[in-house]
């Protein structure tokens, strides 16, 4: 099984940029697609971005789309999450999550995904 630990959360001004980062162990030398999601007070856990196993395939959510670039580097067996131009309302704890699936996959939707971290929490002020 694959275990994931996310760092780089913290506070920051609106405008502001700020980088996740997702740390893999385990079981890494399966292939597996990783997302990051985000959950704010009171609200669902929503996908923010995936990337597949290969790198080739990308999905952004309309919420940040524009503003966010997800990577991985597999060497590493880490991901990454680099949020820029952040709002107030990009407040809200970052997951991150895992699936063991063809080298091409992305998910979509929470329930694609069955590895997460504890989570971080990204706070931006106005």
């Known amino acids: 099984q694959v275990q994931l630990v996310e760092s780089g959360g913290g506070l920051v001004q609106a405008g502001g940029s700020l980088g996740l980062s997702c740390a893999a162990s385990?079981?890494?030398?399966?292939?597996?697609?990783m997302a990051w999601f985000r959950q704010a007070p009171g609200k669902e856990r929503d996908i923010v971005a995936a990337?597949?196993?290969?790198?080739?395939?990308?999905y952004y959510a309309d919420s940040m789309k524009g503003r966010v670039t997800i990577a991985r580097d597999n060497a590493k067996n880490t991901g990454y999450l680099q949020m820029n131009s952040l709002k107030p309302e990009d407040t809200a704890v970052y997951y991150c999550a895992a699936v063991r699936h063809t080298a091409g996959y992305v998910g979509r939707n929470r329930d694609d995904y069955d590895i997460w971290g504890q989570g971080t929490q990204v706070t931006v002020s106005s």
């Open positions: 385990g079981r890494t030398s399966t292939t597996y697609a």
């Open positions: 990337i597949s196993w290969n790198g080739y395939v990308t």
